[in-house]
C-alpha cells in the first residue's frame, strides 16, 4: 500500500487525463505502480539519445557513471528521478554539452505514489488542516526510512531496489510538508500498538519514536495517542484522514489494499469530522501521549 504525493487543486486533472471532480466519492482501484510523467519520460529520452549518439550500450554506460544498468534503464524509460551524480557524470559521459543539467531543473513528478492517491494529495500540498487517524502503521508523513524500508520487506508482490528507493523519495519529498507549511495544522492519532508492534525490530522502532518525539514539538503540530486498553473507541471502522482547504472546504479520505476513496460529500465528511473529534477526546492528551512515548523508548 502507497500513501503519498503532492499537487494543485482538486478541480484540475489526473496524470490521465481524468478530472479530478470524476473521481471525489468513487472508490478508485488502479495498479500500484506509479505513473511516470511527461517531463520524466522526456528526460529520459534525452539521456538514452545522447548515450546512444556517443555509441555506448546500456552496460557500458552504467559503468562509466557508476550506477547500475537496472538504475540507468529506469530513468530512460521515465520511471525513476535521476540521481544528481546520475546527472553529473552522464554529461560528463556524454560530451558535457548541458543538456541534462538544464532539463533535470524542469522534472516534475513525485515517484512511488499509487495512482489513486494522486488527488487527495493536490489537496493536501495546500490544506491549511491536515487531521489523519491511523491504526495499520505509522502515517507517510511521520515515517523513518528504517521503518518504510522494514514495511517494503513484506510488499506483494515483491519490490524491486529502484521501487523502495522511489517510494523513500515521494515520502521524504511530502514530509517536507510538516515544515514548510507552518501556518498548515496537522493533527495524528496513532494507536499505541503500532509502536508496540515494533516493526524492523528494536533499534528501528527506538528510532521511530525518537523521529515522532522530535516532530511532536513542531507547533503546527498534535500527536495523540490512543491506549491499547480503550472501553469506548470512536475509530473502530478504520483509518480516515481529513483536511481543509484554504476555500474552508473539507474533503476526507479512506484506504483500502490497492484502493482509495476521496470524499467530498458535506454529510459524510461531517460524519467523520464528529468521529475523529470523538477519538481526539478518547486519546491520551498531548502531553501524556508524550510522555507515553518516551517510556516506551526508555523500555527498549
Known amino acids: 500500500m502507497t500513501d503519498d504525493t503532492v499537487g494543485t487543486d482538486v478541480g484540475g486533472a489526473d496524470a490521465d487525463g481524468t478530472s479530478a471532480e470524476a473521481t471525489v466519492g468513487v472508490p478508485a482501484t488502479f ?144 514530509q517536507r510538508l510538516l515544515t514548510e507549511r507552518p501556518n498548515t495544522t496537522f493533527g495524528f492519532i496513532l494507536e499505541e500498538q503500532l509502536f508496540v508492534r515494533r516493526t524492523g525490530g528494536a533499534e528501528v522502532t527506538r528510532e521511530l519514536i525518537d523521529h515522532v518525539l522530535e516532530i511532536g514539538q513542531l507547533r503546527n503540530v498534535e500527536i495523540q495517542i490512543m491506549p491499547l486498553v480503550q472501553e469506548s473507541h470512536a475509530g473502530l471502522h478504520g483509518p480516515v484522514q481529513l483536511l481543509e482547504t484554504p476555500e474552508n472546504k473539507w474533503f476526507a479520505y479512506t484506504e483500502a489494499p490497492e484502493s482509495g476513496q476521496l470524499i467530498s460529500d458535506s454529510k459524510v465528511v461531517s460524519v467523520l469530522q464528529r468521529r475523529y473529534a470523538r477519538m481526539r477526546s478518547q486519546a491520551l492528551t498531548i502531553q501524556d501521549s508524550m510522555s507515553l512515548l518516551q517510556r516506551m523508548r526508555g523500555d527498549l
Not at 46 to 58: K, M, P
Not at 59 to 69: G, I, P, T, W, Y
Not at 91 to 99: I, R, V
Not at 148 to 164: C, E, G, K, V
Open 31 to 174: 495498479r500500484s505502480e506509479p505513473e511516470s510523467s511527461d517531463s520524466l519520460r522526456t528526460f529520459g529520452a534525452v539521456l538514452q539519445a545522447l548515450r546512444e549518439h556517443a555509441g555506448l550500450s546500456r552496460q557500458e554506460f552504467a559503468e562509466l557513471v557508476r550506477f547500475s544498468k537496472h538504475t540507468v534503464a529506469s530513468v530512460e524509460l521515465g520511471r525513476r528521478m535521476p540521481d544528481p551524480a546520475l546527472v553529473e557524470r552522464s554529461e560528463e559521459a556524454t560530451g558535457n554539452t548541458g543538456a541534462l543539467r538544464k532539463s533535470v531543473r524542469h522534472l516534475a513528478r513525485q515517484p512511488g505514489l499509487a495512482a489513486w492517491f494522486r488527488t487527495w494529495a493536490r489537496l493536501e500540498a495546500t490544506a491549511i488542516t491536515l487531521y489523519t487517524y491511523e491504526c495499520r502503521m505509522i502515517p507517510g508523513l511521520l515515517q523513518t526510512e528504517a521503518y518504510a524500508r522494514a514495511m517494503s520487506a513484506d510488499q506483494l508482490p515483491p519490490l524491486d531496489d529502484a521501487q523502495i528507493e522511489e517510494r523513500w523519495a515521494a515520502r521524504t519529498e511530502r
